[in-house]
């Protein structure tokens, strides 16, 4: 868990690790060394100064680079930090002007002035359930900047973990090729499964990202009939044209 843009934990900068059923054991930070060792020291925030920006493969050109120090007056900063005190070589669960600010999520998985465990123990419980195998989960809380507004939690995704199959070595023979249905050299993991009936698919050349609502309200009914029906399928869209 890390504050800002989840770049942070996508290329694996010092963040949180904690496990949801046991949030108050943290081995990483067993001493003061520790916690001042791998606490998160600056975020990754959505810039918001610029009239224009050019968007492209590298996301970093939309991101401003913060320290935490800098940021040591705003309320999400002050609501996640613990007070390092260098002259007692202390650290304190809660944020004071007077000593350094340790981004340490103490007031969370600690405190639990907001219920992350419990939400997260919750939704990977559920998500195991309905997928039939362990799941990862990617999240994001929106801790607004006034003191007095809630917190909002929200899914980005559930999916489900690598498979086993995904660490065998596959090799695809040119008659596999010849038989094949549909190939593609962009994906990710493999496995076998011989459920499958149908295919769904959302034609890209047609597809028009204005209309995805009443898309989404389409593909609904069909999943609905084949559900009816008893029949597995797989569903293809371009990109993330379900995400609306």
Known sequence: MALGSGKAVMEGERNLRFSPRFPEILPQRSTVKDVLENSQRYFYALK????????????AVTLLKREITDAAGDH??????????????????????????????ASMPKYKIFPIPEIITTLLELGRKEFGCQVEM?????LSTDPKANARFAVLQLRPMSAREEMLDVEISNHDRN??????????????????????????????????????????????????????????????????
């Open 48 to 59: 918001m100064g610029e009239t224009t920006c050019t968007i492209g493969i590298n996301e």
């Open 76 to 105: 999400p900063v002050k609501l996640l930090s613990s007070t390092y005190d260098p002259v007692e070589n202390h650290i304190r669960d809660a944020y004071s002007s007077s000593g350094h600010p340790v981004l340490t999520f």
């Open 138 to 142: 990617e999240f994001a809380i929106d």
């Open 179 to 244: 038989q094949a249905f549909c190939i593609s050299h962009l994906a990710l993991g493999n496995t076998i499964n011989c459920d499958m009936v149908d295919f769904v698919c959302v034609k890209p050349e047609s597809f028009d990202p204005a209309r995805t609502t009443e898309t989404a309200k389409q593909l609904a009914e069909i999943n609905s009939s084949l559900i009816r029906a008893g029949r597995k399928y797989i569903l293809i869209g371009p990109g993330r044209w379900g995400s609306e």
